[in-house]
């Protein structure tokens, strides 16, 4: 049987030719610390994904399928290569370590995606909204909020 | 002036005893009955040492010890001295509907914070269900001033996930390249525009926009449409170049130089331009790169960070161009490039039209190809196979996929992930303006009022990409 191989401890996979990094919780900090000594030291972008209906996605065997995923671009800019970290984040504890400390770039898509997904960033400065108003109620982005008949939400509406 | 936690509740809670007392304090106004409720800039007194570090210390890679130290300065204000403003979202230098509550001691901008969200409209969601097929119609009027650049990433990462990214027939490759060049020049040319307005050099307005113009009607002539073209989708492009094309494209690189010379002669050397830009804005290497930086604002620091060029994509690495770099980070290195950026795109476009090849300008792939227009008067089964494509659209392979490239502003990407069925499971647009926003705290600091202005516009952000 083949060994899913790994970097730093965390399993490695291809998808159509772009390597991805699958970290627990625990590691995704480290791992992303081990990465930007190595030279990726720009975080692109980040994003979350919510896999409510698609739970049996292809994963390397080790990991255990979560609700919902965070899902970094790392890029290096010294030797022109990407990779991908994708993190396993709980329903019932939607919590991941924030990598504002290490590159401050994200700051704002995890605000997006804590908007869009309600997953909180531990270490976040400013943990607020920033795409939908303030008093919105609910994650847009998740896929079991309802679309086509929501309740107008804006103060004004009610006046 | 750096507190600890305990003092921020503290305050905060004398706050409310003097609300209830009908007193009004300093910045009462601002909380709680607006929308934006917690999107406030706290007074100084009542920022945090942490969140302090956050807004100097952790970008400009200080420790927190240092950060506190800066900001406990003696020269540093008292907070009766200071005045936070908002600018916009209603404000015309502010492209569109980004608002800056900006911390003012006089003249000064202390501390600066972007607020976005005013055009969201929740395109991600959006993409979610439309196939992959209309998925372009809606990814074309995220950052509209680069709409060809958004088809192309979209329509590059579901290629990949279908397998048939190397497939692509030469001449649609060739097509993309001329397209999303001839929109670098066309948002360039708009930049030029509301770059020149918003420093009072008002007659430039209206030049950018008569060159811009001019590229657009090469748009309009291929694509059909002046903006929101959906003309590059999976497979290759929508349509031929028509008969004529190559008049059209050189008749363009013969209009425009003598246009850029004039530029050159309004703005760049121009004494009053240079005060104005000069040493505005600067930002460093390492902060650039730290906030997610890219395109002209990375390039203007001194990086050379082309994707083009680094990560060659298309057939980019067919051509030769330069990558345009500055020296200071300031508002001037960032308009330096675009103009010399529109040169050097035409400089593409050039080598384009001679080296166009001949051939399909879509993939002759029937899973995502529908028949030409003409079989489908003969045969039943092309009917059937052109109903099938338009309404239940493609399926395409599950995973998931991350493109980047280089738009007028910088990396857009597009990730999507797939479950197999029409519809893009999840789809995310990495909008360039949407992180060099982040930027702007840090060109603002110490900078005056006026500066901020030429700021926002050296950024090029676009609200429609940056909100989605």
Request: hydrophobic share 35%; with cysteine.
């Amino acid at each position: 049987m083949d060994e899913t191989p790994q970097i730093h401890g965390c399993p490695v996979s291809d998808s159509h030719g772009q390597e991805v990094i699958h970290p627990s919780r625990e590691q995704y900090l480290d791992v992303a610390k081990a990465l930007a000594d190595e030279g990726y030291t720009l975080a692109v972008d980040l994003c979350g994904v919510d896999y409510l209906s698609h739970m049996g996605r292809p994963l390397p065997s080790d990991i255990v399928p979560e609700r919902f995923e965070v899902v970094v671009q790392l890029l290096d800019i010294g030797n022109r290569r990407r990779t991908r970290l994708r993190v396993q984040v709980p329903e019932n504890d939607p919590v991941v370590a924030s990598l504002f400390d290490l590159h401050p770039g994200t700051e704002a898509p995890e605000r997006e995606t804590y908007d869009m997904f309600g997953i909180e960033f531990e270490g976040h400065p400013d943990l607020t909204r920033i795409l939908m108003p303030e008093d919105w109620e609910g994650h847009p982005l998740r896929k079991d909020y309802e679309i086509g008949s929501i309740p107008v939400q804006f103060k004004e509406a009610n006046a | 002036m750096a507190t600890t936690e305990e003092e921020l509740i503290e305050s905060v809670e004398g706050d409310a005893e003097r609300d209830r007392r009908g007193e009004d304090s300093s910045y009462a106004v601002f909380i709680p009955n607006t929308h934006e409720g917690a999107q406030l800039l706290k007074p100084r007194s009542q920022t945090t040492a942490r969140e302090l570090m956050r807004e100097v210390g952790s970008v400009l890679r200080m420790s927190e010890a240092e950060a506190a130290k800066l900001g406990d300065l003696p020269d540093d204000p008292e907070e009766d001295q200071t005045m936070i403003i908002n600018m916009g979202p209603q404000h015309p230098s502010t492209h569109g509907v980004l608002r800056l509550m900006l911390e003012m001691q006089g003249e000064e901008v202390l501390r600066c914070k972007p607020i976005i969200g005013y055009l969201h409209t929740g395109m991600e969601k959006t993409a979610e269900s439309l196939t992959y097929m209309q998925g372009s119609t809606n990814v074309t009027r995220m950052d509209y001033l680069s709409p060809l650049n958004n088809e192309l990433v979209f329509s590059m990462a579901t290629e990949k996930l279908l397998g048939i990214d190397q497939d692509i027939p030469d001449r649609a490759v060739w097509i993309r390249m001329l397209m999303s060049e001839m929109n670098r020049m066309a948002s360039h040319l708009l930049f030029m525009a509301t770059n020149g307005m918003d420093l009072g050099a008002v007659s430039m307005m209206i030049y950018g926009w008569r060159e811009r113009e001019e590229v657009l009607r090469f748009f309009q002539e291929v694509t059909g449409l002046r903006m929101n073209h959906n003309y590059i989708r999976p497979g290759g492009v929508a349509a031929d170049l028509p008969a004529g094309w190559r008049d059209g494209v050189l008749r363009l690189l013969d209009i425009i130089p003598p246009r850029l010379d004039e530029y050159d002669i309004l703005m760049t050397g121009q004494p009053i331009w240079r005060e104005r830009l000069q040493g505005v804005g600067v930002i460093t290497p390492s902060e650039a790169l730290a906030l997610g930086a890219t395109g002209p604002i990375v390039r203007s620091t001194g990086v050379p960070w082309d994707l083009r060029r680094d990560m060659p994509y298309l057939e980019y690495e067919q051509l030769e161009f330069d990558v345009i770099v500055g020296s200071y980070g300031d508002a001037f290195d960032r308009y330096a490039i675009r103009l010399a950026e529109i040169r050097e795109s035409m400089k593409i476009v050039r080598q384009i039209v001679e080296l166009m090849p001949e051939g399909d300008y879509r993939i002759q792939d029937k899973k995502v190809t529908p028949p030409p227009r003409a079989r489908i008067d003969e045969s039943m089964e092309a009917l059937i196979h052109h109903f099938k494509i338009f309404t239940e659209g493609f399926k395409v392979p599950e995973g998931e996929v991350y493109v980047g490239l280089e738009s007028p502003r910088g990396e857009i990407g597009c990730y999507i992930a797939s479950d197999g069925s029409p519809n893009p499971y999840r789809m995310h647009m990495r909008d360039a303006s949407f992180t060099n926003i982040q930027c702007l705290p840090h060109m603002m600091r110490g900078g005056l009022v006026a500066d901020a202005v030429a700021v926002i516009s050296s950024v090029d952000p676009v609200l429609g990409g940056v909100d989605r």
